[in-house]
């Protein structure tokens, strides 16, 4: 019995807008019932590639299918496939609650006998049912959004596509939102874009970065991390005889090296910052190897770098590279 295609598979995607390339041969795919971070810096090209996911704009080049469903091809049966959340996602102000959802159920082409029960338990997961019968206008930003996320899953679709879900949200309106998003894992396909990294790392299983364009990492944030950053952090404070550390680090991992020194503090202890590019843990021999030469530690810990970390140096470094490339070589005229 074969495996069935993925849920999301883009090949060479091209988007031109003018003769701006706004999305440029990018490439990936994601397996059913994970949830994926899609980041990027403004005018990355996020929002493009997530329109033509759903349908919404047509492709210059390349192809997009969606459980196996051509997007250019047979839009209307994609459609079906995907729930779609927009950024400042366009709600009818004078509807109720209930009453949207029902419109956009039939919309949906929900059974009558199945709508209902649905509704009530979309209505359940949002933790919206204190204001079901409230006038969508008069509700806060928080309680809108989540009224976006209960359409997009309604018709249980098995692709869920969300474009800043969070975007204006407060802390605690953001940790319901991302609870929400945690529970479909498994039973829906997630894609979600959004600026807030810490949300992402805790929510998503991979993330994809794309930059200019094009993607330029992707991973879970464990792999990115190695490869991005290539080297890991300790935070060391001591007392003892400094001169003697360089050699005493080289000894235990020739790439340990002291990175940034802070002044003595009144009682003789030193904070000082260490790299490597060992990826394993050093912080036991290390700790073994400074107290053997008699410094006294009064704290080493590892520091863990941030999604934000990765983000920004991935970002960076292609930014770097379109920097480095040669000039293309202009036409000649006539």
């Known amino acids: ?18 003769g701006i390339t706004a999305v440029n041969d990018i490439s990936f795919s994601v397996g059913r019932g994970e949830i994926i971070g899609f980041l990027g810096p403004n005018g990355a090209g996020k929002s493009t590639t997530m329109r033509i996911l759903t349908g919404y704009l047509p492709a210059t080049s390349g192809s997009v299918r969606i459980c196996g469903l051509p997007v250019a091809t047979q839009p209307d049966e994609v459609k079906r496939h995907i729930g779609y959340m927009p950024e400042n996602n366009p709600l009818p102000e004078d509807m109720r609650v209930s009453e949207y959802l029902y419109f956009r159920g039939r919309l949906k082409e929900i059974r009558r006998r199945l709508l209902g029960p649905r509704i009530d338990e979309v209505l359940e997961v949002c933790d919206l049912k204190r204001v079901r019968h409230k006038i969508i206008g008069q509700l806060s930003k928080g309680y809108r959004q989540r009224v976006g996320i209960a359409e997009a899953i309604l018709a249980e679709p098995p692709v869920i596509i969300m474009d800043e879900p969070t975007i204006g949200l407060d802390p605690h309106q953001i940790l319901i939102v991302r609870d929400l998003i945690a529970s479909l894992r498994g039973r829906m396909t997630v894609l979600i874009s959004s600026h807030i990294l810490p949300e992402i790392e805790m929510t998503c299983d ?20 190695r ?19 360089p050699a005493l680090l080289a000894g235990l991992e020739p790439s340990l090296r002291i990175t940034a020194e802070g002044g003595v503090n009144g009682d003789g202890f030193r904070e000082l910052t260490l790299t490597t590019e060992r990826a394993d843990e050093l912080g036991e021999p290390l ?28 970002t960076k470094r292609s930014w770097d590279v379109v920097a480095a490339a040669p000039p293309k070589a202009e036409k000649p005229k006539g």
């Open 227 to 245: 490869e991005i950053l290539g080297r890991s952090t300790y935070q060391l404070e001591l007392a003892g005889e400094l001169a003697a550390l």
């Open 206 to 225: 991979r993330v994809l970065i794309i930059n200019q364009g094009r993607v330029v990492a992707q991973g879970t944030p464990n792999d990115l991390r």
């Open 287 to 314: 700790l073994r190897a400074l107290l053997a030469q008699q410094f006294r530690v009064r704290a080493l810990s590892r520091v863990h770098p941030t999604l934000e970390d990765v983000f920004l140096a991935a």
């Open 1 to 18: 019995m074969s495996e069935p295609p993925p849920a999301i598979a883009v090949s060479h995607l091209v988007k031109t807008y003018a």
